[in-house]
């Protein structure tokens, strides 16, 4: 008998570990650990140097090398394309390979294993290696949203969030591994990345299931687990740049980041536990009612409580669809609802009669559209703007990190320290506003492209910081710059799949995303780098004199036939144009708020909470992912 008891234990411990790997929740752990490795486009200066000193580049070319990089980073269309037409892992297998690829042919350039290649191949290489990066990400963030559409928010930020952490936590490894070898960082940038995304593609897949009432609380968990981490990089960062520590030291401050990535799998077993207590109460409930009337309590207990699909609120402006309901009498409370914008069932039917084809109408706010439909609407042009507004000059700013503390005469310790914060302020506005755009939209109805117009009007502020360079104005811009920066890559996606629904989501948010690296091209290019070069031929000092002075060890990368600028006027114009631009970003967020504004405040309820209870769910009229349309698409909301 005990050995039956403890063989029933064990088959149960081990059906509840499988339970465990099939669950949504553990899809989410999987797209944490890969997203933790996918941020390599933000460790670019940690081995530009090699590249330049290896293959005999100067600034022009390595300025080149990374908009390339910026270039594959942000440009998805093909992997948002491939995720349409394909699975998940199908996804991540691709990107694995084209990363893998383009990291391998730039390791081996920079060591001397194969002849030095062309600058257009090396542009190529490094292309193709960033560009994996949006095969991970479309890959994690689109399947997730699809896991938890009613939370998607709170989903994307956490995605978001990772990502922006992993440029620290790739620093954290790279030194714990190689003890700040910069060509061998390539190398862990090659197989790292692929392997993680290989060895858990399979687990990552759509799971639809029943909205639960611990749903949002177990992500605010995770939440609370992101920041953490990010609280002990920012004091690692700071130890770092106080004192320098051991190669043990690093080994083992890296073994704790581990094991905080590992913290998730207890809010994923955490959940499952409390699933099959829901799910044995129903079935307890079910058997001892045999009447088909009976098979189902009321109302569970309170701490077994669950909200299903149809009952859920996670947008404003639907209301739920009632179950098994019958398609004709659906069909007629539909046209009962929006009759003033459709035709009645006896002119369609005089229309059929006659012979008469209906024209098919493009779809509204909400609903699924196409990529074609998509691009024809204002709404899909004026988030581009405002992304290659906002995005594009953060994106400037972070790229020039480097010749803004050099030309301030900052050593490259504290240039450092000024990337460190970008990332850690970039981590905290993507999750940040990811969850507190969701908890305002339910709760008050206040709309995500306000947040989006906000975080613009504080980035200009951001940039005036950076222009008038007061004693310490680098790390206030460093940090209001890193926050609006990855606010803003949160928010637009949320924003995309709301307004054009989730059926081409991965398409249309890739597609929107190659603001980013335009703005940036435009203002890093052909603004940053002509002002800097102008200032530069102004002061005409030459790279040997500057070498002799304060000792900072930058300068000494550039060769000497080059000009350095030194001042707070080399970059003062830039960021004033750049502050320019991302105000004339937010007065176009503003023309999509007043756009949008119906359609986010439809259907406004005096409940705060909305995820109470499924009565106040149902008042709110939760997001219906494909039966949005036809609560709200006809009377409201034409893009």
């Known amino acids: 008998m005990k050995f039956r008891a403890r063989h029933s234990d064990i088959k149960e411990k081990i059906n509840f570990v499988g339970r465990m790997l ?102 190529l290489y490094m292309f193709m ?118 190669h043990l030291t690093s080994v083992i ?77 659906k069909a007629e409370e539909s046209g009962a609802k929006k009759g003033y914008h459709s035709k009645s069932e006896g002119e369609a039917s005089e229309a059929a009669d006659e012979g008469t084809r209906v024209e098919r109408r493009e779809p509204h706010r909400g609903e699924n559209h196409t990529f074609i439909q998509a691009v024809k609407k204002a709404d899909f042009w004026l988030l581009f703007v405002a992304m290659a507004c906002g995005m594009g000059s953060g994106l400037t700013a972070i790229d020039n990190m480097g010749q803004i503390g050099a030309s301030q005469g900052y050593s490259v310790q504290k240039v450092g320290t000024f990337i460190s914060l970008l990332s850690i302020w970039n981590f905290l506005g993507r999750l940040g506003f990811g969850t507190i755009s969701e908890i305002c939209l339910h709760r008050y109805r206040i709309a995500r492209p306000v947040f989006l117009a906000l975080t613009q009007a504080t980035m200009s502020i951001g940039h005036l910081i950076y222009a008038v360079a007061f004693p310490g104005s680098l790390y206030v811009g460093s940090v209001i710059i890193g926050l609006c920066y990855g606010a803003q890559w949160s928010l637009m996606p949320a924003i995309t799949s709301e307004i054009f629904g989730l059926v081409r989501f991965g398409t249309l948010f890739n597609t929107i995303a190659i603001a980013s690296p335009l703005g940036a091209y435009f203002l890093s290019v052909q603004v940053a780098g002509r002002i800097y070069d102008y200032e530069a031929e102004k002061e005409g000092i030459p790279v040997p004199l500057i070498n002799d002075l304060d000792g900072i060890p930058i300068f000494r990368w550039l060769k000497s036939s080059e000009l ?76």
């Open 22 to 123: 099939k669950s949504r929740w553990f899809v989410v752990v999987c797209a944490i650990w890969i997203q933790c490795c996918s941020g390599s486009a933000y460790t670019f200066g940690i081995y530009s140097q090699s590249i330049k000193v290896a293959l005999n580049y100067n600034q022009k070319h390595l300025d080149t090398l990374a908009s390339f990089k910026d270039l594959g980073a942000n440009v998805g269309i093909v992997s948002g394309i491939i995720f349409e037409h394909t699975s998940p892992w199908a996804v991540l297998a691709i990107g694995a390979l084209q990363s893998g690829f383009g990291y391998l042919m730039i390791w081996l350039s920079v060591v001397g294993r194969v002849p030095s290649p062309a600058f257009w191949e090396m542009c």
């Open 129 to 246: 290696a960033a560009n994996g990066s949006t095969y991970f990400n479309t890959a994690t963030v689109v399947t997730c949203v699809e896991n938890f559409p009613r939370s998607r928010g709170i989903v994307i930020g956490l995605m978001k969030g990772f990502l922006g952490l992993s440029g620290a936590i790739l620093t954290q490894l790279y030194r714990a591994i190689y003890a700040e070898a910069p060509e061998s960082y390539i190398f862990m940038l090659m197989w790292l990345p692929t392997l993680m995304a290989l060895a858990w593609m399979l687990f990552l897949r759509p799971l639809p299931s029943l909205k639960r009432s611990n749903e949002s609380e177990n992500l605010y968990l995770m939440s609370a687990i992101a920041l953490f981490l990010a609280a002990y990089l920012m004091t690692l960062i700071i130890i770092e740049n106080t004192m320098k520590l051991t």
């Open 253 to 329: 401050t890296c073994s704790i980041c581990g094991l905080i990535l590992l913290l998730p799998l207890g809010v994923v077993y955490k959940s499952e536990r409390e699933d099959a207590e829901v799910d044995v109460f129903l079935s307890s409930s079910s058997s001892s009612n045999p009447s088909p009337s009976l098979k189902q309590p009321l109302l569970p207990p309170p701490s077994l409580n669950f909200e299903s699909a149809s009952s859920s609120s996670a947008f404003p402006g639907s209301t739920p669809v009632p179950p098994e309901k019958d398609p004709k009498a």
């Open 564 to 639: 350095l600028c030194n001042g707070a006027q080399c970059f003062r114009m830039t960021f004033i144009i750049m502050a320019i631009v991302s105000f004339f970003g937010c007065l176009v967020c503003l023309i999509l708020v007043a756009r949008t504004k119906t359609f986010y405040y439809q259907g406004k309820s005096p409940s705060r909470d909305p995820m109470k209870s499924s009565l106040r769910s149902s008042l709110l009229c939760g997001w219906q992912d494909q039966g949005f349309a036809a609560n709200i698409g006809h009377g409201y909301g034409k893009g």
